[in-house]
């Protein structure tokens, strides 16, 4: 049965008044009918009568109308929807508010809903996430509007998180600068003299427009900002009146040419440099950590690790080497770190940490690397630094640092490594080392596996081996990779677009809202996106899954369910420890139990696909495929399965 067709608000008051006049004039002669069979004929004819006084006073009452002049034919909400057409925002996600109510209708109305298409979502920090999510899958920004001082509020983890992973994003806050317009109340509790500075230090610019034009010219500058290296967040404040005030002399705005943008690029004369001591090197090693974006940059740091015959130590923040190939050596950081006598750093976020072990809760420290050791780098992220958020990670010296993008100055630093001409004899004789490292690691990964495969719960290598067993003959993307690190030690990963990194901050109620905004731009490649998605990040913005049912966005979460925050589990473990006391007690505060929660009811109720809780392991390969069925068919699934901590 079709829904009732609920109200048209914008219908005129003379029909609205027409409308409820019917509706009461049949209800009454309803009751007639339904009266005792002895009703008064003078009661039904004083109701027709009634009734035709009725129409005559309709007929001689003047029309409600709104005078022309109060309408708004041209409002600059228009113009701003074309800049975010002309830009090439094909998503823009919101929670839905009074504070860019007239941009949402241009969007809706005058765009008709596309590039910019809207999604609604329940919270803005699950908006801002889809869009980080987004923006690692497809390699573009998507738009994200926020309310005011309490919507940037809600998105600010999210922001931030964006900010930790550089990603490009383009967030648009809606706020009333000019107090003689603002209504009273709330407008003026939800509006700032300067909003962005809420968010300044984590976004790579800002700006709030006082004119349409200036609005233009700064969203414009604004993608071309978020979609340089270091890519990161930009934030433009969304003034109430310039979306909601007539145009004047729409015949002088103009949006400005998009500029094609070219990767900044390291110093040529250093990359010679660079390319010398790698050539020279005994044993060189490669860290590669937010290195490349692309296919074509997956293949290039390929050609240069074997043309060096050099071992590549796969960081995780995006999928930068196959784990297949010979000279993959992820998981014997440790040891090659030990040995190298050069090592070329590729956008390594924390390059300290990854060269010194560091001994918990003593605080202690201890290099792993020789006290000789070379160290090159090739990064963005000391070009683009605020100071008061400690994501730059502790200070180390390099021998040589290279500011540059590493994918765009990857090709010249592989033309400068040729140019060096390596000895052919000694790289086919590293390659040939390493090939046997690579396969003895990937052997004993298999062992560690195989231990406790029928364990109850679940174990983590049992998850990861029944999720690659129903996604091998598919076109896949683990959307969310930083979670479940068998997956990289089990799966055959050799496209970029398999593996896309965590949430760059670690702020959780991330991870799902990121998982689904992945999802949507693989839709449109036909990618088959899966995620394995942690109990307590859940629970911070469930309402996630309703946007993912709503959209139709197709994913496969399956849920890591262990019932606890276990990494806080473990942190209160050492303490006591440490402090002489019981260990036993360290659940409280951590667990996610007494009563367990139902993540299929949650999701079935979010409009979701859903089984679970599945606790017994043979029957975990079954339902997997019968939730892949359904993310095939275009729509999300969920399966909660209960598990091991780790």
């Known amino acids: 049965m079709p829904a009732a067709k609920e109200p048209d608000n914008n219908q005129n008051t003379e029909q609205n008044t027409i409308d409820r006049r019917s509706f009461l004039k049949g209800a009454a002669a309803a009751g007639a009918a339904a009266a005792a069979a002895g009703a008064s004929v003078k009661l039904a004819a004083a109701a027709d009568t009634a009734g035709e006084a009725g129409k005559a006073a309709e007929k001689t009452k003047a029309p409600a109308k709104l005078p022309s002049e109060t309408f708004i034919t041209h409002p600059g909400s228009d113009f701003m929807a074309d800049v ?57 920004p998507m738009g994200v509007m926020v309310h005011g001082t309490v919507g940037l509020q809600h998105a600010s983890m999210a922001l931030y998180n964006a900010w930790c992973d550089r990603v490009p994003m383009l967030m648009f806050g809606a706020n009333g600068i000019d107090a003689a317009t603002r209504r009273p109340g709330v407008e003026w509790i939800h509006s700032a003299q300067d909003p962005a500075a809420l968010v300044r230090e984590f976004v790579k610019w800002d700006d709030q427009p006082a004119s349409l034009q200036h609005f233009a010219e700064s969203t414009v500058r604004a993608h071309q900002f978020t979609m340089t290296a270091p890519m990161a967040p930009a934030f433009i404040a969304l003034d109430m009146d310039l979306q909601e005030e007539e145009v004047e002399h729409a015949e002088k705005l103009k949006i400005p040419k998009i500029s094609r943008l070219i990767q900044p690029q390291g110093d040529s004369k250093a990359l010679r440099e660079a390319a010398k001591m790698l050539v020279a090197a005994q044993k060189p090693l490669i860290l590669a950590d937010r290195a490349v974006r692309t296919q074509q940059g997956v293949n290039m740091l390929v050609e240069l690790a074997e043309s ?73 992220l000391d070009v683009a630094r605020k100071s008061n958020y400690q994501d730059i990670q502790r200070f180390m010296p390099a021998d040589l640092a290279i500011g540059g993008d590493a994918e765009a100055t990857l090709p010249d630093l592989i033309d400068a490594v040729k140019r060096a001409a390596p000895n052919a004899a000694t790289v086919a004789q590293r390659r040939a080392t390493y090939k046997k490292m690579h396969d003895d690691m990937r052997r004993r990964d298999r062992e560690l596996a195989a231990v406790g495969f029928d364990a109850v719960p679940i174990s983590t290598a049992r998850l990861t081996a029944e999720m690659w067993n129903v996604i091998k003959n598919e076109k896949w993307s683990l959307v969310v990779s930083d979670r479940m690190p068998w997956a990289r030690r089990l799966w055959p990963v050799t496209e970029q677009y398999q593996m896309l990194g965590g949430n760059g901050g670690y702020g959780l109620g991330g991870y799902a809202p990121i998982a689904v905004g992945a999802a949507l731009a693989n839709k449109e490649k036909g990618i088959i996106s899966v995620t394995f998605q942690p109990d307590g990040d859940m629970m911070y913005a469930p309402g996630v ?102």
């Open 308 to 380: 060096l015959g050099a071992p590549v130590v796969d960081l995780g923040s995006r999928m930068n080497f196959p784990s297949t190939h010979d000279l993959d050596c992820t998981y014997l950081k440790q040891s090659l770190v030990r040995d190298a006598d050069v090592i070329l750093m590729l956008e390594v976020g924390d390059p300290w940490g990854n060269l010194n072990s560091f001994s918990d809760p003593y605080k202690e420290y201890r290099p792993i690397h020789k006290p000789d050791v070379k160290l090159i780098t090739i990064s963005m």
């Open 84 to 140: 975010l057409k002309k830009i090439g925002l094909q998503y823009i996600a919101i929670n839905p508010a009074a504070g860019f109510r007239s941009l949402q209708e241009s969007i809706i109305n005058y765009l008709g809903n596309k590039n910019p298409e809207i999604l609604t979502c329940l919270h803005e920090e699950t908006a801002t996430a889809m869009a980080h999510g987004y923006a690692k899958a497809s390699g573009k």
């Open 545 to 646: 899954l309703w946007t993912a049912a709503h959209h139709k966005i197709p994913l496969l979460m399956l849920m890591h369910n262990n019932r606890c925050y276990h990494q806080e589990i473990m942190h209160v473990q050492r303490m006591a420890a440490i402090h002489n006391r019981p260990q036993a007690t360290a659940r409280i505060g951590t667990e996610i139990t007494n009563p367990d929660i139902d993540f299929a009811k949650v999701a079935q109720g979010m409009g979701v696909w859903a089984e679970g809780p599945i606790t017994d392991p043979s029957k975990l390969g079954a339902a997997l495929r019968r939730a892949l069925d359904v993310v095939k068919k275009g729509q999300p699934a969920l399966l909660d399965v209960i598990c091991q901590p780790r």
